[in-house]
């Protein structure tokens, strides 16, 4: 069975560091990540973006992108 993490951002950059490492290390082929960021202005989406190139982890750019 495969399972879905879901996980919205909006101008995390404080703590989304250590958040996305957690969960990343605990992926495995039948768990992917998927994050929607709405629109932020911080450095959100330049942590988020080396984390795309994992297999299982996908990034949609809501409204305001």
Not at 4 to 23: C, P
Not at 46 to 51: A, E, G, K
Request: glycine share 6%; proline share 3%.
């Amino acid at each position: 069975m495969k399972s879905s993490i879901v996980m919205t951002t909006y101008n995390g950059e404080k703590y989304l560091e250590e958040q996305i490492k957690s969960v990343v290390k605990q992926l495995d082929s039948e768990t992917e990540l998927v994050i929607s960021d709405d629109g932020s202005t911080d450095n959100t989406l330049n942590i988020l973006r080396p984390y795309t190139s994992h297999e299982n982890v996908t990034l949609f750019k809501g409204p305001g992108h």
